[in-house]
């Protein structure tokens, strides 16, 4: 049985027995629904309090930025009124509240914290995260992201994760886990047992950590140890497997039956929970995501439970996602005792932060005026700070950089820019920042701004006479901004043209540089550009503080990794 008044979740008395009392109460159907999150995505508010009145599910992983904040307080407000059992409302606040809210902080990704190489950044990017979703009425957050980077080809994790030093992305995770806690809101560590070993979405495809046992611990199992010790109350397991842990906790076990951690005794029920002392709440990643799909659904829904998670993220479709779960309680894969024991996690979480309390005297209600914190001028300023100190120059070899305006006042501008996939997002914000329509915009106004003379430079195969493309620029910068999610298992530059007049074919005869505004890893398609320089996120106030230092007039402060350099030598000419 689980212990709720021990790590991490600490009752008290009062606590302890609501959710003894709840539990007691429930029906079978309010039991089933407590194991199912999901964003309940395209519903309108009364779709949403309609659903909610038929299948009571335990949470919500809330896009505010659909509906508005004002609105989104509202809503979720009623909802928590209207409900029996209150709800978890989560966002995806990896870099900030701007994963969920309309207008949220972005504070700052991953990638920027690593190369400000301060774990006072993430504490802020929790703070934040905490204080501006709290006020539209959130309690949960799918982050920190506990993830090393250890390939560089892996664009899922690569402005997400704090880098590839195992011990300082443990220092990271638990800043941000205090920053969030301070305003009552749940972190969930992510992605159990650990991306960033291979190159694999595991939104396409199962994934795998091919770690040895020791290798791991070293890493991953020393993040997620940490954060445990410390009382973490939620973790996310995703869809990797983890062979060297799974053949050692089942040496039975062959290769072909080896499923991604969700699915998987030996890594949940085995590694997390027994090795590890996990007593929280163990939630799957998205189960709409094709790494889930080691088994048929109709049998991975229950067995999920059974393995040891206490809640199902992402329902497919409600009456067979509940019929599947409702079948494996009938048939005894989930056993009496399992459920009952991920009804405790569950309850005790939302106890943990007083949800109870709250449904019983003060409300869910934090008042219009709580949203003024939102994108305020502290945070705003945070923000902006972190930007300028994280934007990196990864080489300057010519030693060309700065481009002062009154020197190199013409300047040839390409903007790569867009979503690989060419699909408009439909979450309202998201966790990649990149691919915005504004940024050629807003380049091209900074640069005016800083007193250079821009020329947006159209794609052609025909180049030209490079003497005229001399006399015609004094320079030319290159800016990505691109971003992929979930579509494809690389992110790679793409040219409007064969052979496009755009790309860096110049390098040799005018001065070049090449910004990226989102992943960290464009060298691999521009090794030999003598300039080159990350900044991580497409905000206007990044673009700013990227073009003042092009400009001289502030110094480069962002510090890199190895893996910048695609492990390929002549990237670094």
Same mark, same amino acid.
């Given at each position: 049985?689980?212990?709720?008044? &021990?790590?991490?979740?600490?009752?008290?008395?009062?606590?302890?027995?609501?959710?003894?009392?709840?539990?007691?109460?429930?029906?079978?159907? @309010?039991?089933?629904?407590?194991?199912?999150?999901?964003?309940?995505?395209?519903?309108?508010?009364? @779709?949403?309090?309609?659903?909610?009145?038929?299948?009571?599910?335990?949470?919500?992983?809330?896009?505010?930025?659909?509906?508005?904040? @004002?609105?989104?307080?509202?809503?979720?407000?009623?909802?928590?009124?209207?409900?029996?059992?209150?709800?978890?409302?989560?966002?995806?606040?990896?870099?900030?509240?701007?994963?969920?809210?309309?207008?949220?902080?972005?504070?700052?990704?991953?990638?920027?914290?690593?190369?400000?190489?301060?774990?006072?950044?993430?504490?802020?990017?929790?703070?934040?995260?905490?204080?501006?979703?709290?006020?539209?009425?959130?309690?949960?957050?799918?982050?920190?992201?506990?993830?090393?980077?250890?390939?560089?080809?892996?664009?899922?994790?690569?402005?997400?994760?704090?880098?590839?030093?195992?011990?300082?992305?443990?220092?990271?995770?638990? &800043?941000?886990?205090?920053?969030?806690?301070?305003?009552?809101?749940?972190?969930?560590?992510?992605?159990?047992?650990?991306?960033?070993?291979?190159?694999?979405?595991?939104?396409?495809?199962?994934?795998?950590?091919?770690?040895?046992?020791?290798?791991?611990?070293?890493?991953?199992?020393?993040?997620?140890?940490?954060?445990?010790?410390?009382?973490?109350?939620?973790?996310?397991?995703?869809?990797?497997?983890?062979?060297?842990?799974?053949?050692?906790?089942?040496?039975?076990?062959?290769?072909?039956?080896?499923?991604?951690?969700?699915?998987?005794?030996?890594?949940?029920?085995?590694?997390?929970?027994?090795?590890?002392?996990?007593?929280?709440?163990?939630?799957?990643?998205?189960?709409?995501?094709?790494?889930?799909?080691?088994?048929?659904?109709?049998?991975?829904?229950?067995?999920?439970?059974?393995?040891?998670?206490?809640?199902?993220?992402?329902?497919?479709?409600?009456?067979?996602?509940?019929?599947?779960?409702?079948?494996?309680?009938?048939?005894?894969?989930?056993?009496?005792?399992?459920?009952?024991?991920?009804?405790?996690?569950?309850?005790?979480?939302?106890?943990?932060?007083?949800?109870?309390?709250?449904?019983?005297?003060?409300?869910?209600?934090?008042?219009?005026?709580?949203?003024?914190?939102?994108? +305020?001028?502290?945070?705003? &300023?945070?923000?902006?700070?972190?930007?300028?100190?994280?934007?990196?120059?990864?080489?300057?070899?010519?030693?060309?950089?700065?481009?002062?305006?009154?020197?190199?006042?013409?300047?040839?501008?390409?903007?790569?820019?867009?979503?690989?996939?060419?699909?408009?997002?439909?979450?309202?914000?998201?966790?990649?920042?990149?691919?915005?329509?504004?940024?050629?915009?807003?380049?091209?106004?900074?640069?005016?701004?800083?007193?250079?003379?821009?020329?947006?430079?159209?794609?052609?195969?025909?180049?030209?006479?490079?003497?005229?493309?001399?006399?015609?620029?004094?320079?030319?910068?290159?800016?990505?901004?691109?971003?992929?999610?979930?579509?494809?298992?690389?992110?790679?530059?793409?040219?409007?043209?064969?052979?496009?007049? +755009?790309?860096?074919?110049?390098?040799?005869?005018?001065?070049?540089?090449?910004?990226?505004?989102?992943?960290?890893?464009?060298?691999?398609?521009?090794?030999?550009?003598?300039?080159?320089?990350?900044?991580?996120?497409?905000?206007?106030?990044?673009?700013?503080?990227?073009?003042?230092?092009?400009?001289?007039?502030?110094?480069?402060?962002?510090?890199?990794?190895?893996?910048?350099? +695609?492990?390929?030598?002549?990237?670094?000419?």
């Amino acid at each position: 049985m689980v212990d709720i008044k &021990a790590n991490p979740f600490y009752l008290d008395e009062e606590g302890a027995c609501w959710v003894e009392d709840t539990i007691n109460s429930m029906s079978m159907h @309010e039991k089933i629904c407590q194991l199912f999150a999901d964003p309940l995505m395209g519903k309108s508010r009364e @779709e949403l309090a309609a659903f909610l009145r038929q299948y009571p599910i335990a949470g919500i992983p809330f896009r505010a930025a659909l509906f508005g904040n @004002e609105e989104a307080q509202d809503i979720m407000a009623e909802l928590q009124e209207s409900s029996r059992i209150p709800y978890l409302y989560a966002g995806n606040c990896e870099s900030g509240p701007n994963g969920v809210l309309r207008g949220g902080t972005l504070v700052a990704s991953g990638a920027q914290v690593r190369a400000l190489r301060d774990p006072e950044a993430a504490y802020e990017v929790g703070r934040i995260t905490g204080k501006e979703t709290a006020a539209v009425g959130y309690n949960w957050t799918f982050g920190p992201v506990g993830d090393v980077l250890m390939n560089w080809r892996n664009s899922l994790i690569n402005t997400r994760a704090f880098g590839s030093d195992a011990d300082f992305v443990s220092q990271c995770v638990e &800043a941000y886990n205090k920053g969030c806690m301070e305003y009552g809101v749940i972190p969930c560590l992510k992605h159990f047992p650990g991306d960033g070993w291979e190159e694999r979405d595991q939104h396409l495809a199962v994934g795998n950590n091919g770690l040895s046992c020791k290798e791991w611990d070293e890493t991953f199992g020393k993040i997620y140890q940490t954060s445990i010790d410390n009382g973490l109350l939620s973790i996310m397991v995703a869809h990797f497997t983890l062979p060297a842990y799974e053949k050692r906790l089942n040496p039975d076990l062959e290769e072909k039956d080896m499923q991604p951690a969700c699915l998987s005794k030996e890594l949940v029920d085995g590694l997390l929970r027994q090795k590890l002392g996990f007593n929280g709440l163990a939630v799957t990643d998205q189960t709409k995501m094709m790494g889930f799909y080691g088994m048929s659904r109709m049998k991975a829904i229950p067995w999920t439970i059974a393995c040891g998670c206490d809640m199902v993220l992402g329902i497919n479709d409600m009456e067979e996602d509940y019929s599947a779960m409702e079948e494996g309680i009938r048939s005894g894969i989930i056993t009496e005792e399992r459920l009952k024991d991920a009804l405790y996690r569950i309850l005790a979480c939302k106890a943990a932060i007083g949800l109870h309390k709250r449904k019983a005297g003060e409300g869910f209600r934090p008042g219009k005026e709580a949203l003024s914190c939102i994108a +305020c001028e502290e945070h705003t &300023a945070i923000a902006r700070k972190a930007a300028a100190k994280a934007v990196t120059l990864v080489k300057n070899t010519k030693g060309q950089l700065p481009f002062k305006p009154d020197i190199y006042k013409k300047i040839g501008v390409f903007v790569l820019s867009g979503n690989v996939g060419h699909q408009k997002s439909i979450y309202g914000q998201g966790v990649q920042s990149g691919g915005s329509e504004d940024t050629a915009t807003n380049v091209l106004e900074t640069l005016v701004r800083y007193g250079y003379e821009p020329e947006l430079m159209e794609s052609s195969m025909e180049k030209g006479k490079i003497r005229d493309f001399k006399a015609r620029y004094d320079a030319v910068m290159l800016f990505a901004d691109i971003s992929g999610f979930a579509q494809t298992n690389s992110v790679r530059l793409m040219w409007p043209d064969p052979m496009s007049s +755009c790309y860096p074919w110049y390098i040799h005869d005018v001065p070049t540089v090449f910004v990226s505004f989102n992943y960290t890893n464009h060298l691999i398609d521009v090794s030999r550009v003598p300039g080159f320089i990350n900044a991580y996120n497409n905000r206007p106030e990044t673009i700013d503080e990227t073009i003042r230092r092009i400009a001289g007039l502030a110094e480069f402060e962002g510090r890199y990794d190895d893996d910048v350099w +695609c492990g390929t030598w002549d990237t670094r000419f």
